[in-house]
């Protein structure tokens, strides 16, 4: 049974009033370009598709299906969130809450999971449909949005040509890949091409979060524990290392690695991953020992974002830890609230050059903005 807040998450229910905030902070300082680097956006044919099964994810993503609600009984008369609207408007009214926000661009990502839980012709259909909405919009909108292909896993070769029209073609700036794919991930053999197309094209794959596999769930479903509050971490966190200890990075590279939410807490960890890698872990299904540590493949070849992590003492490890390089800013618009984010980054009291780099500098390298809409400060 799919009841009202299904329906909601899925976009489905049109024209309800948005619920944007109207006092704004105040544009950036001349020269100081906010770039916002994992901004959801989502087509009304994807939410339709993933409406239709949701009443499959309960045997086949108990963790999803925990996302959605579909596990559980609801009242069918919640008020709808806010972010329901801004989700499917990549246009005017999304440019207005990035300007009360302060932020210049967004790099749009199609909103998690994605195309994934699609069998895989229809998976290839509606990326193709969603690169080509979003390409229509940066088309529209060059200086205010960037953006990100969507590409079925479900398809690995169909995703690498996918990934390639989307760089060369279309001029998105990399892939969105909301980890795994029924269970599997991308260090996988089957993935490859992927993973050699993204590292010929130097163009990047953000490694969105999703719940966690169904091999890994169960812990995470009695309370509700699936998504932002710690599952998608967990997920993602171990998706990431199994690509450090594949050995993939020595294979590929120019293989480049976006994760949002403060590195969804590798950083934290960089030490104590580095202690055990030495001591004998990460080591398995017969991969090659790692040219370096875990920790320099992870500063060389990741960048994190800081979406929904707008907390000073884990913003100043990161920087830290990684470098200045090595961190961009992101508001998860519309599922956090971008101005927050913005004004709890600018209070931290940074240095005016890590600041322009977090803001914007490391966006337009990792994700080659300076050709568009550069210059064009808001
Ligand atoms: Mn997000």
């Given at each position: 049974?799919?009841n009202?807040?299904t329906?909601?998450?899925?976009?489905l229910?049109?024209g309800?009033?948005?619920?944007?905030?109207?006092?704004?902070?105040?544009?950036?300082?001349?020269?100081?370009?906010?770039?916002?680097?994992?901004?959801?956006f989502n087509?009304?044919?994807?939410?339709r598709?993933?409406?239709?099964?949701?009443?499959e994810?309960v045997?086949?993503?108990?963790g999803e299906?925990?996302?959605f609600?579909?596990?559980?009984?609801?009242s069918?008369?919640?008020?709808?969130?806010?972010w329901l609207?801004?989700?499917s408007?990549?246009?005017?009214?999304?440019i207005?809450?990035?300007?009360?926000?302060?932020?210049?661009?967004?790099?749009?990502l199609?909103?998690?999971?994605?195309?994934?839980m699609?069998?895989?012709?229809?998976?290839?259909e509606?990326?193709?449909?969603?690169?080509?909405?979003?390409?229509?919009?940066?088309?529209?909108?060059?200086?205010?949005?960037?953006?990100?292909?969507?590409?079925?896993?479900?398809?690995?070769?169909?995703?690498?040509?996918?990934?390639?029209?989307?760089?060369?073609?279309?001029?998105?700036?990399?892939?969105?890949?909301?980890?795994h794919?029924?269970?599997?991930?991308?260090?996988e053999?089957?993935y490859?091409?992927?993973?050699?197309?993204?590292?010929?094209?130097e163009?990047?794959?953000?490694?969105?979060?999703?719940a966690?596999s169904?091999?890994?769930?169960?812990?995470?479903?009695?309370?509700?524990?699936?998504?932002?509050?710690?599952?998608?971490?967990?997920?993602?966190?171990?998706?990431a290392?199994?690509?450090?200890?594949?050995?993939?990075?020595?294979?590929?590279?120019?293989?480049?690695?976006?994760?949002?939410?403060?590195?969804?807490?590798?950083?934290?960890?960089?030490d104590?991953?580095?202690?055990?890698?030495?001591?004998?872990?990460?080591?398995?299904?017969?991969?090659?020992?790692?040219?370096r540590?875990?920790?320099?493949i992870?500063?060389?070849?990741f960048?994190?974002?800081?979406?929904?992590?707008?907390w000073g003492?884990?913003?100043?490890?990161?920087?830290?830890?990684?470098?200045?390089?090595?961190?961009?800013f992101?508001?998860?618009?519309?599922?956090?609230?971008?101005?927050a984010?913005?004004?709890?980054?600018?209070?931290?009291g940074?240095?005016?050059?890590?600041?322009?780099?977090?803001?914007h500098r490391?966006a337009?390298?990792?994700?080659?903005?300076?050709?568009?809409?550069?210059g064009?400060?808001?």
């Amino acid at each position: 049974m799919i009841n009202r807040r299904t329906l909601i998450r899925g976009g489905l229910v049109a024209g309800l009033a948005s619920q944007r905030i109207l006092a704004g902070n105040a544009p950036s300082p001349p020269g100081l370009r906010r770039i916002a680097t994992e901004e959801g956006f989502n087509i009304p044919e994807v939410a339709r598709a993933t409406a239709r099964i949701l009443p499959e994810l309960v045997s086949r993503e108990p963790g999803e299906a925990a996302v959605f609600g579909v596990d559980r009984p609801r009242s069918g008369d919640e008020a709808p969130p806010p972010w329901l609207h801004q989700l499917s408007d990549i246009g005017a009214g999304r440019i207005a809450d990035m300007d009360g926000a302060g932020i210049a661009m967004q790099v749009l990502l199609l909103s998690s999971p994605g195309v994934q839980m699609f069998e895989a012709g229809e998976a290839r259909e509606l990326s193709q449909l969603a690169n080509d909405r979003l390409a229509d919009a940066i088309r529209k909108y060059p200086d205010r949005f960037a953006g990100l292909a969507a590409i079925p896993p479900q398809d690995p070769a169909f995703a690498a040509r996918e990934l390639e029209r989307a760089v060369s073609k279309l001029g998105l700036n990399g892939a969105i890949i909301n980890s795994h794919t029924g269970g599997h991930y991308l260090d996988e053999a089957p993935y490859l091409p992927i993973l050699e197309a993204a590292a010929a094209l130097e163009a990047p794959i953000y490694i969105h979060p999703r719940a966690p596999s169904p091999q890994m769930v169960g812990p995470y479903l009695d309370y509700q524990m699936v998504g932002a509050i710690w599952g998608y971490a967990v997920e993602v966190s171990a998706h990431a290392l199994r690509l450090i200890f594949s050995g993939v990075f020595d294979r590929l590279p120019k293989l480049r690695i976006v994760i949002g939410h403060m590195g969804e807490g590798i950083p934290f960890f960089l030490d104590r991953i580095d202690t055990h890698y030495a001591a004998g872990a990460g080591r398995g299904r017969g991969s090659k020992p790692l040219s370096r540590p875990p920790s320099e493949i992870f500063r060389d070849h990741f960048t994190i974002t800081t979406s929904g992590m707008n907390w000073g003492p884990a913003l100043r490890l990161s920087l830290e830890t990684l470098g200045p390089e090595r961190v961009m800013f992101a508001a998860d618009y519309p599922f956090e609230n971008a101005r927050a984010a913005v004004s709890r980054i600018d209070a931290l009291g940074l240095e005016p050059d890590t600041l322009a780099k977090l803001y914007h500098r490391n966006a337009e390298r990792v994700f080659r903005l300076t050709a568009r809409g550069a210059g064009q400060a808001k």
